[in-house]
């Protein structure tokens, strides 16, 4: 089993900065993708960005250039340093673990980002 604890997130006004933070513990694989998606009510969840074991990372068309997702020094943990926000990208956001060989997802308890206009 894998828990995800996620920190950050919050209010703030268009074109200011957050940071989320994502640790996870438990039986973890070591070919994982780990990252971020976001939810809106009424819409489906979608990935903001995820990085690789080895470093690869995607992101959303509208978030890059915007946001930064990126390894910490403490094993499985990952953050998402987001600039310039805009109103629509408020959602909940949940951190993701995907491990590679079974396909399996878990998911964090989710942390609200408002973007206030």
């Known amino acids: 089993q894998v828990q995800l604890t996620e920190r950050g997130g919050g209010l703030v006004q268009a074109g200011g900065s957050l940071s989320l933070s994502c640790s996870a513990s438990g039986t973890i694989s070591a070919i994982k993708t780990m990252g971020w998606y976001r939810q809106t009510p009424g819409k489906q969840r979608e990935l903001v960005a995820t990085?690789?074991?080895?470093?690869?990372?995607n992101y959303i068309d509208s978030a890059k250039g915007r946001f930064a997702i990126s390894r910490g020094k403490a094993e499985n943990t990952v953050y998402l340093q987001m600039n310039s926000l805009k109103p629509d990208d408020t959602a909940t956001y949940y951190c993701?673990?995907?491990?590679?060989?079974?396909?399996?997802?878990?998911w964090g308890q989710g942390t609200q980002v408002t973007v206030s206009s």
């Open positions: 990085i690789s074991d080895a470093g690869y990372t």
């Open positions: 993701n673990l995907h491990h590679i060989w079974s396909g399996h997802d878990y």
